[in-house]
């Protein structure tokens, strides 16, 4: 942004000030974004949210453009600022700053309803101003009617926007979830497949037929070594020999018991 004023030949840094304040829509006090005094700044001044972010390009007020530059703009940078400028004689001007913030960004989700057939498609994205949501198969026919949109306010000045669509979806078919930012002209989507769909569908099911399979199989390996054993055990009873042998020592017997 910036604002001019009159250089005849050459700049007088030491007669200048310069003084660029914001003030937002609902808020009655201004915020002080830059200030020079006599050619000097006055970083005490300037609010602590634009602190390392505002800046007056020094270069160019030989030329008599009070230029104040904003890096890492954010949604509460918007709003209507006074450029207050003392050279010569005093003079001001307004300048309003739009910031708008695209929802490039959608997150997805869909979920199985229950036992039901139908689903749960979910979609969720930030940006600025507030858009509108719109569904749609991919013949173009609308679902938004089905369709509950919130939304929230970030602590950064977003929109926090989620969508849920619950129906039943023919599964040889796409939809779209369309974010629809109405200040800037932009459009966002989203898809939601049907093999995804499949997916979800199949997946619980896919997981208990791989736990019964494995179970199963552990099972049956337990079993046949059981078996295994119990069969050596009894072959190995069923074939030992008793031997007794008798001998006369001192007048008693002593007993040997070989077992093969």
Known sequence: MECRFPVN???????????????RQGQSESRDVYALHK????????????????????DELKSGRAILQITSVKITD??????????????????????????????????RKGDEAKFVFICQ?????????????????????????TYMLTT???YNVTSILTFKPNMSENYSCIFWNKEVNEETSAHFSTLALLSTLYSG???????????????????SALIIFQQRKSFKKCHAKKKVHFTSDSGFFSYFFIFL
């Open 205 to 223: 099911q896919k997981s208990l037929i791989l736990f019964i399979i494995a179970t199963c199989v552990i099972v049956t390996v337990l079993l």
């Open 156 to 158: 950064d000045g977003l």
């Open 78 to 111: 918007a709003g209507s600022y006074l450029c207050l400028i003392d050279y010569q004689g005093a003079d001001y001007k307004y300048i309003t700053l739009e910031v708008t913030a695209s929802y490039r960004i959608i997150n997805t989700q869909v979920m």
């Open 39 to 58: 050619g000097k700044a006055l970083p005490p001044s300037q609010h602590h949210d634009y602190m390392g972010r505002a800046a007056l390009l020094h």
């Open 9 to 23: 030949s050459s700049l007088n840094l030491g007669l200048l000030s310069v003084v660029w304040e914001q003030k």
């Open 125 to 149: 994205s930030e940006g600025f101003p507030l858009a509108e949501v719109f569904w749609q198969n991919e013949k173009n026919i609308s679902l938004t009617g089905s369709a509950n949109t």
